[in-house]
């Protein structure tokens, strides 16, 4: 079985930065793909952003050239850096990893963009 915890939201201003981290826990050979969802109050939650473990990564077109995501095995990490942010990029993100037919989710992390 698999744990994510992620960590790192926080109140920033329009046009600023935040990075999310994403920690693996468990049976971590399993993991195929982590990556990052958001969900707005009343919304449905949607995928930000992904990477496989071959490297492979996916975004959402509204976040395309100032999200990147980034991952380093030796700490089983996740990371999500997030530049340029707008107030539309408020939610509560969710670090998720797939594996073996299973999807683990994290707590969330509150992202706030305002002035």
């Known amino acids: 079985q698999v744990q994510v915890a992620e960590s790192g939201g926080d109140l920033v201003q329009p046009g600023g930065s935040l990075r999310l981290s994403c920690v693996a826990s468990g049976i971590i050979f399993r993991i195929s793909a982590m990556g990052w969802y958001r969900q707005c109050p009343g919304k449905q939650r949607d995928l930000v952003a992904s990477?496989?473990?071959?490297?492979?990564?996916n975004y959402a077109d509204s976040v395309k050239g100032r999200f990147t995501i980034s991952r380093d095995d030796a700490k089983n990490t996740v990371y999500l850096q997030m530049n340029s942010l707008k107030p539309e990029d408020t939610a509560v993100y969710y670090c998720?990893?797939?594996?073996?037919?299973?999807?683990?989710w994290g707590q969330g992390t509150q992202v706030t963009v305002s002035a």
């Open positions: 998720f990893a797939e594996g073996g037919n299973k999807v683990a």
């Open positions: 990477i496989t473990n071959l490297g492979d990564t």
